[in-house]
């Protein structure tokens, strides 16, 4: 059997996927994979995704560079989950020029964005 | 407004949410959370999930023992990821009895189990 018949895909077709960095362990990213975008990373060991908001597949840093190279694939318990440990080009993961996605923390009652932005988005994006 | 209606909730009211050991830095679990799943989580500083299988709200480790002590709960750029960051009762976060839930490792093109089960899951769960 094909191992990527073994991943449990949503009812879109996706599975969720972890990037977390192979030197610091910080977590940076959740995306969605499918099918193509899985078989695609493993195959160039550079991170692919498919984005929902705009229908397609991408390889993560196409515009900004910020490739992630993929070390390790792993699945969960379930095989309905997905951990990327990577290498972050850059050392930018998110889209606003911050180290990592998750730079949002409950304090008390209110999200605090309590990472900077490395660099302006206009920069990285060239807008 | 509450901190709560800043998540991006799917069609379905959920959000995934990923659980990261604090002393390790491993990722242990990707589950679900609803708003009241989220809500109890933050009040009581214990993970709660919403079980989709199931259809209700869990506390992690209300069978197991295996309870996760939340220390940070973080939110992602387009706040529809959650990231916990835990401190694993028990040091086994998997129903398998494995320390994780991301054990399986794609190993060229087979999923390999690479983590060995600390405590036989008849005996964690009585059955």
Not at 25 to 42: F, K, S
Request: proline share 2%; hydrophobic share 40%; glycine share 8%.
């Amino acid at each position: 059997m094909d191992w990527l018949d073994s991943v449990l895909w949503n009812d879109a077709g996706l599975v969720p996927a972890i990037a977390q960095d192979r030197v610091s362990g910080e977590v940076l990213t959740l995306a969605w994979m499918n099918r193509d975008a899985l078989a695609r990373t493993a195959q160039t060991r550079l991170a692919h995704y498919w984005s929902r908001s705009r229908g397609r597949l991408w390889q993560k840093g196409e515009q900004s560079g910020h490739v992630q190279r993929v070390q390790e694939i792993r699945l969960d318990c379930d095989s309905d989950a997905v951990l990327l440990v990577v290498e972050q080009e850059g050392g930018i993961a998110c889209h606003t020029g911050r180290r990592r996605c998750f730079f949002q923390r409950l304090d008390g009652d209110a999200w605090r964005a309590v990472e900077p932005v490395l660099k302006d988005p206009k920069a990285i994006y060239g807008k």
